[in-house]
């Protein structure tokens, strides 16, 4: 039996009994639901159903590799696009390990040329062999890629509840099945922003276009008597994230880390030698003004460097478009065989992916694996392996398959 | 705490036109009653006044609130009798400005009331927030809606402060906010068949006003590309998209929709714009063919699409970091004709 079959049968079994526990996206009659089938490598598109259940139906008797829903709410959401009509769409945004630059990718990520055949670690650019831009990519879900993509989530679920005033209830979390998480709010007020307006918001998520000078002088209000008690550090909003900020990146900096951003090192050595006082100033003033020890440019590559590291690594298509697909909730993820799971904002600190969004508990498989990694599904860890056979349980045999780095024995 | 007359006369946007118009008894095809002579006359100053006036600007003329309070309403049906688009445009922007000069003078609290026609999530606040004070806050989303058309920094989402879903703003900001939703609302209110139905003597009005400011014909903003395409004078982000298609370098989706829909503007012809992509790895000819000819609106929508914007590239990472010329313009389209009539001279 071919991976495909045996994947597909498998999801087919998995989707008997747990379909029933696929939620459908809210006003579910005006959302448009998309699928790829196995084998059939095309999108199935433009379907919509009455009820939860005619969803339910469908999917298992279908078993899609990947189902989606779209965030937009038309009115005959099975017509072709231009007629659809559309009437809103959800806020989505999407955060993904593949954009954020982690250290262990040289490790477990690999890459083929398609031209030539050459192969490497880590994420390509270029082939260096024949400067072919065209990859095969084997990409991995490991530990620290994954906590990477949550600290983002974190600061991203932060910006919308305390600044941009989203209740939880209205905020949905989950893990996309693979290497990221999916942020979704639900809210009647945002249902009609335009594309523009979104723009905006992926702008003040990403510190995009951030202009410190403002805040500085006294644009928007007059500032109040110096003896105020209102340190600095607790102020609100993007001005306190970057207080905050430089606050403690100067704290725990090094003359290396400054000369790092470019800062000379006889410069770099003063603000060091300076440092508790430039803290104290920022304290009560924040880093807006440079000062005798710390020059005009010297400021702006610290404070660059704090918008790079307080703002959140979202993914800016999805959230801008408003037509955009997302994966259904408790639906499984093709290229992994793991669940796309919803979660509790409350939870998101002890939420374990690894754990959590295992959807094969039963059985164990034999399967000849070619090249896997180290990796941990649940309590349990696996490989590395090369060219070898094993029995493994079957969520981490299935794992495998769906990277396309193993075939079924027997 | 409903508005005074001499308020409403200050700002008679807040009156429902069509109440107003049953409330005031006007009967638009009896204009040239002459009891309504002083009204229908101050409706024409008004239009006269934004049409003098530069910046343009319609004057508040106090003690006079019977004949104030429905000039208003005759002024828009007269300038929309001109059928002049650059005439509405500045009558409305004048109406806009006269609001924002007078709202300075205003307590918060006859902003608020004065804004609840609005229907914005808007309420004073006047304690400090984190070291500053404002005077309002304002429910995100309506400022988005309102700000959207401002293009400085300041009123960005993200250099606002934000907290709990509000936007804090002080009394000049609110008032710019006002201005713009008031030039929208009196936009909105141009009629296109309102000739039909005035007197002929009030359309010889209307005629003669135009014919006064017939000079200042409104420059369109968009002057027409040169016929043949000119590569010097291509912007930076398009010269790196370009580059990429010719060479068959990886370009990302928006990349290339930017670079393909730039071209079409510019009138390269589809054909030539194919074979640029010709290079790439992943050339597909018909593929290609469909792209460009659904972009240029020959297919499918049926819309010809724009160009991106510099905020969406930037917004996306894709400007490479804006030149001299870049700085004064806010979409590749516009650097080109800039730039293509530079080269002219």
Redesign the interface.
């Known amino acids: 039996m071919d991976n495909q079959t045996f994947i597909q049968q498998k999801f087919l079994e998995f989707y008997e009994e747990s379909a029933s526990k696929i939620e459908g996206p809210s006003s579910i009659r005006q959302r448009e639901f998309g699928f790829m089938i196995f084998k059939e490598n095309m999108m199935v598109r433009h379907k919509s159903f009455d009820t939860v259940d005619a969803l339910r139906t469908f999917i298992k008797e279908n078993a899609p590799a990947h189902a989606y829903h779209s965030t937009a709410y038309y009115e005959t959401p099975e017509v072709k ?2 007629d659809k009509g559309w009437l809103g769409a959800d806020l989505y945004f999407d955060i993904d390990a593949d954009h954020i630059a982690t250290k262990c990718k040289e490790i477990h990520d690999s890459w083929t040329c398609k ?1 030539c055949g050459f192969a490497g670690k880590g994420q390509p650019d ?1 082939c260096p062999a024949c400067g ?3 990859f095969d990519q084997r990409i991995w879900p490991c530990d620290i890629c994954l906590n990477s993509a949550k600290k983002e989530t974190i600061k991203l679920v932060e910006m919308l509840m ?5 209740s939880s209830s209205e905020v949905t979390v989950s893990f996309s099945g693979h290497r990221g998480y999916h942020v979704h709010v639900t809210n009647e ?2 249902r009609e ?1 335009d594309a ?2 979104r ?6 998520i ?6 410190a000078s ?1 805040f500085s002088s006294a ?6 008597s110096s003896k ?1 008690s ?1 340190s ?1 550090l ?7 994230r970057m207080v905050r900020g430089a606050y403690d990146f100067l704290s725990s900096a090094t003359i290396q880390n400054l000369m790092d951003l470019g800062i000379k090192e006889k410069r770099a050595n003063e603000i060091i030698l300076n440092k508790q006082a430039i803290l104290n100033n920022w304290k009560r003033e924040g880093p807006w003004r440079p000062m005798r020890m710390m020059g005009k440019e010297e400021l702006r590559v610290i404070l660059d460097r704090v918008i790079e590291v307080q703002s959140a690594k979202i993914d ?2 999805v959230t ?1 478009d408003i037509h955009r697909l997302i994966r259904l909730p408790n639906s499984l993820h093709g290229k992994t065989g793991w669940l796309k799971v919803c979660f509790p904002v409350s939870h998101i600190d002890s939420f374990d992916p690894l754990k959590s969004a295992v959807a094969f508990k039963k059985g164990t498989v034999t399967i000849y694996v070619e090249e896997s990694p180290k990796f941990r599904l649940g309590d349990e860890w696996f490989g590395e392996y090369e060219g070898q056979k094993v029995e493994l349980p079957m969520a981490a045999a299935i794992f495998l398959l769906c990277k396309d780095v193993a075939r079924l024995v027997g | 705490m409903a508005l005074t007359r001499i308020e409403l006369a200050k700002y008679p946007f807040v009156l429902d036109a069509a109440e107003e118009v049953k409330r005031l008894d006007l009967d638009i095809s009896n204009l040239e009653n002459p009891n309504l002579k002083t009204i229908v006359d101050r409706a024409i100053n008004r239009i006269e006044e934004a049409l003098a006036t530069d910046p343009p600007r319609v004057s508040f003329r106090p003690g006079d609130e019977d004949k104030e309070i429905p000039s208003f309403p005759v002024a828009i049906i007269l300038a929309s009798a001109t059928n002049n688009d650059y005439i509405k445009r500045r009558y409305a922007l004048a109406e806009a400005v006269r609001a924002y000069d007078l709202l300075q003078f205003e307590d918060e609290k006859r902003i608020v009331e004065i804004v609840k026609v609005f229907n914005w999530k808007i309420r004073i606040h006047k304690q ?7 005077g309002f806050a304002l ?3 309506h400022f ?2 309102n700000a ?1 058309v401002f293009h400085e ?2 009123w ?11 936007v ?3 009394k000049r ?1 609110v008032a710019r906010l006002i201005q713009e939703e008031v030039r929208r609302r009196i936009e909105k209110r141009f009629s296109v068949n309102v000739r039909q139905m005035l007197p002929e003597a009030i359309l010889q009005r209307v005629d003669n006003l135009s014919k006064k400011y017939a000079d200042r014909i409104d420059q369109s903003r968009y002057t027409a590309f040169p016929k043949e395409v000119i590569n010097e004078a291509f912007p930076p982000c398009i010269q790196i998209f370009y580059g990429s298609a010719k060479t ?3 370009i990302s ?2 990349g290339r929709f930017t670079l393909t829909s730039f071209l079409i503007n510019i009138n390269m012809k589809s054909e030539d714009i194919v074979n640029l992509f010709r290079a790439s ?2 050339f597909n000819e018909r593929m290609t063919r469909y792209q460009v000819e659904h972009i240029s609106g020959d297919r ?2 049926r819309t010809k699409y724009k160009s991106p914007t510099c ?2 590239l ?4 894709l400007c490479p970091g804006p030149d001299e010329l870049c700085r004064t313009i806010r979409s590749p389209l516009r650097y080109y004709a800039k730039k293509t009539r530079m080269l002219k001279r």
Do not use: Q
């Open positions: 696009m231009e031209d270029i072919s831009k065209r305390e600044e941009f005033g989203f007020a945002v922003l523009g307006a723009k905006e918001i992926v702008d003040y990403t510190g995009t276009g951030l202009n403002f644009v928007g209000a007059f500032r109040l105020t209102v600095a607790d102020d609100v909003g993007w001005r306190g800016t298509m801008t | 400090p927030v984190g070291n500053r004070r404002y429910f995100f989303t988005l809606r959207e920094d300041e960005k989402l993200v250099n606002r402060t934000m907290v709990n879903g509000e804090f703003l002080n900001e068959g370098t990886h989706h928006l790895a992943d499918g929508s905020e969406t930037k917004t996306h990472a």
